[in-house]
T-cell receptor
């Protein structure tokens, strides 16, 4: 079974609009972490935002927010006021315990976002 | 500049050749890992390490070896290259419980012919 599922291979959004990128996860570790990364066409991986499983509030970083619904096991990324520079591939990732004292990071397959002028 | 240094950036190998992808970080991160990125498959974990002398297998370890003799370095060895190993490889590091996620290297584009 997929640990991290991103069901949207591609998305379009109009400039200045908000967009939500979906991510669902599956883990039995009660103390996990969720991350979002951006990969522009240049290829580098850029960390955007983090949500811990025990965090009570949704994480926010500037125009990025993470809509964390623990019971539904979803961690959707919301980008507000989209900009042309937001066009990129976006990856959801989870850090979970793989053995005592050892963590493993698993990535989803990504969503390619295109912002339209 | 602090970060993850990954070399080489590009490499072409012939089937059956071996090579080592180098990865070094200067942030004193305990955790280091190697991923491969293939179209439509996201990043798949090859091997990871939680500290010097400790390594473990990820999702797709076959055909690859790693070692971690120091905190800073985590090389990835391809034992006998196959066309199926054509991919972009990323090295990444983080603190064990960091909320800042990974710091990634710039990637290695490997082609096996």
């Amino acid at each position: 079974a997929q640990k991290i599922t991103q069901t949207q291979p591609g998305m379009f959004v109009q400039e200045k609009e908000a967009v939500t990128l979906d991510c669902t996860y599956d883990t039995s570790d009660p103390s996990y972490g969720l991350f979002w990364y951006k990969q522009p066409s240049s290829g580098e991986m850029i960390f955007l935002i983090y949500q811990g499983s025990y965090d009570q509030q949704n994480a926010t970083e500037g125009r990025y927010s993470l809509n964390f619904q623990k019971a539904r096991k979803s961690a959707n990324l919301v980008i507000s006021a989209s900009q042309l520079g937001d066009s990129a591939m976006y990856f959801c990732a989870m850090r979970e315990l793989s053995s005592p004292g050892t963590y493993k990071y698993i990535f989803g397959t990504g969503t390619r976002l295109k912002v339209l002028a | 500049n602090a970060g993850v240094t990954q070399t080489p950036k590009f490499q072409v190998l012939k089937t059956g050749q071996s090579m080592t992808l180098q990865c070094a970080q200067d942030m004193n991160h305990e955790y280091m890992s190697w991923y491969r990125q293939d179209p439509g498959m996201g990043l798949r974990l090859i091997h990871y390490s939680v500290g010097a002398g400790i390594t473990d297998q990820g999702e797709v370890p076959n055909g690859y070896n790693v070692s971690r003799s120091t905190t800073e370095d985590f090389p990835l060895r391809l034992l006998s290259a196959a066309p199926s190993q054509t991919s972009v490889y990323f090295c990444a590091s983080s603190s064990m419980t960091g909320t800042y996620g990974y710091t990634f290297g710039s990637g290695t584009r490997l082609t096996v012919v």
